[in-house]
Structure formats: structure tokens, C-alpha cells
């Protein structure tokens, strides 16, 4: 039995799936990229033993289903994060030790070709205004200067004589 958990406390893996699709082969293209070929061959077990971890990296699929999604995770930095959920390694099957960083790297290596670092994929992204909340507050700001009414102020929504204080208007 593989013993490739996450750390107590850490959160489970996404359990939602992909619609099945088959390739033109008439195999699980879900499947296509990690199968026994890669992990296994390099560092013995099972295809089952690097499955939780090979759903791991990829569940950000679930969310944004092009490339892009291994912004997420598929990086340096989301090695790091895998061994924060996974541990430092993981017992396989045939009973071998096997580091976790091997797995994430060979992952990230079949999925990519080598490993970005997150900036790398960060500067390929368009800024948009929305990231810049200096950009929002200066918005803000000229919009009372022009003298447009504002959200009430801390002040205003709380109340000194509630000895929580909080407000008992809201």
C-alpha cells in the first residue's frame, strides 16, 4: 500500500474530475501525461504509488482547463508546497523511500520540459488595472476629492456604547 498522504490537516486533493475523453487510441487522455512510463520506471512502484500527487499538481484543471493552469503549481515553488502537503518523501509500493521533490520534478518536467520558477510564469501574464489596488485607492481618493459621497467611515458604523463594539444598527 503506497504511503503517499497528505500531511494531517493539510487539504485532500480536488475530487472533482474531468468529462472522460479518449484519444485516438481510445486511451483516458486524463491519464495521457502520467502513467507508468514516467514515475514508475525512474522510481519503481506502482502507477497508484505518485497518483495522489500527480492529481495534486494538475486539480487546478478543475478550475482554468488550458495550459495556464500550471501557473499554479507547476513551478519551483510548487514543489515546495507539494512537500508542505505530502511530506519530505514517500514509502512506494516495492517498499523504496522516494523524496518528494523526485516526483514533483519528474511531474513537472514530462509536463513542461524543464522547471520555471514562478516568476517565470508571473511575467508572462498581462497586468491588468485590477491588480493594482494602489491604482484603486488613488481612484478612491480622487472620487472624494470631487466631492462624491464615500462609504461610511469605521467610525461612523461603530458604537461606543455597545461594549463589543459593534454596531447594533448593522
Known amino acids: 500500500m503506497p504511503r503517499w498522504k497528505p500531511l494531517e490537516g493539510s487539504p485532500p486533493p480536488a475530487q472533482r474530475r474531468a468529462p472522460h475523453r479518449e484519444d485516438r487510441h481510445g486511451h483516458d ?4 501525461h502520467h502513467t507508468p512510463g514516467g514515475v514508475t520506471q525512474s522510481l519503481g512502484g506502482e502507477p497508484g504509488d505518485y ?8 486539480a487546478t ?9 500550471g501557473a499554479m503549481r507547476h ?4 514543489m515546495a508546497w507539494a512537500m508542505e502537503v505530502f511530506g519530505t518523501t514517500i514509502t512506494n509500493s516495492d517498499g523504496r523511500v522516494v523524496p518528494t ?3 514533483a ?5 514530462e509536463d513542461l520540459g524543464s522547471i ?4 517565470d510564469w508571473l511575467r508572462g501574464m498581462d497586468r491588468q488595472q485590477w491588480m493594482n489596488p494602489r491604482q484603486v485607492m488613488v481612484k478612491r481618493m480622487g472620487s472624494l476629492l470631487d466631492g462624491e459621497p464615500s462609504a461610511p467611515s469605521k467610525a461612523d458604523r461603530v458604537s461606543t456604547s455597545d461594549p463589543s463594539g459593534l454596531d447594533s444598527r448593522l
Open 29 to 32: 487522455e486524463r491519464r495521457r
Open 51 to 58: 497518483e495522489h500527487g500527480h492529481r495534486w499538481f494538475d
Open 61 to 69: 484543471k478543475d478550475s482554468f482547463a488550458d495550459p495556464r493552469h
Open 75 to 78: 513551478h519551483a515553488e510548487g
Open 101 to 103: 521533490r523526485w516526483v
Open 105 to 109: 520534478e519528474q511531474h513537472v518536467n
Open 116 to 119: 520555471p520558477t514562478m516568476a
